[in-house]
């Protein structure tokens, strides 16, 4: 199969007729993106893996949902989000019912319950703060950040693809990071 094809070509092209081909394509092209987006958010390699396959297999079952009003990336990047976030929110969900199982005490089990949807509640208004303070900083402190929480390049990769020496990059994280953190302090922000 032709690599010089963009994303939405190789679907439109092979997706009917040479299946195999459209999804072997998009696994290259995505495979180690993907895994260092789960990575990321799962800080456990073994977990990324399982959530990478699972993801391909899942875009893969939906890819005749691609509506292109967005690249492909980006649609496989909003999938990876959402299943490894489901998926989190699952483990943490299991692992107060395996506390709870162990407890004697019914109320302690319901107090625990409690606990576990108040941080989830608490994650998921923080993420809303993050994105609304991230589309508010300059583009560029964006990607920086982006390059290295969301895609998980480490700083020799974000040099390279920014034509950056490592000191500059580490000093432009720590910029913006900063002011992250300082605007998602202010109460215009908050809640």
């Known amino acids: 199969m032709k690599l010089t094809l963009n994303d939405e070509e190789v679907i439109r092209q092979f997706y009917t007729t040479r299946p195999n081909d459209c999804f072997e394509t998009l696994y290259t092209r995505y495979v180690s993106k993907v895994y260092n987006r789960c990575l990321s958010l ?11 396959h699972d993801i391909f297999l899942k875009m893969f079952a939906h890819l005749d949902r691609f509506e292109q009003r967005s690249s492909f990336s ?9 299943y490894c976030m489901d998926q989190l ?19 302690d089990a319901v107090d ?9 509640e608490e994650l998921e208004e923080s993420l809303l703060q993050l994105s609304r303070v991230m589309n508010k900083i ?5 990607m920086i950040l982006r390059l290295k929480y969301q895609e998980g390049l480490d700083i020799r990769q974000i040099a390279s693809r920014l034509q950056l020496n490592d000191s500059a990059v580490k000093m432009r994280l720590k910029r913006s990071r900063d002011k992250v953190r300082h605007l998602c302090a202010m109460p215009a922000f908050a809640r």
């Open 112 to 120: 625990n319950q409690f606990v576990s949807v108040n941080d989830s």
């Open 42 to 52: 799962t800080k456990d390699s073994d977990k990324a893996q399982d959530f990478t």
């Open 89 to 107: 929110r699952i483990d943490s969900r299991m692992a107060v019912s395996t506390i709870d199982e162990n407890r004697d005490d019914d109320s």
């Open 74 to 82: 980006t649609w496989l990047y909003s999938i990876s989000y959402n």
């Open 138 to 142: 300059a583009p560029e402190e964006s």
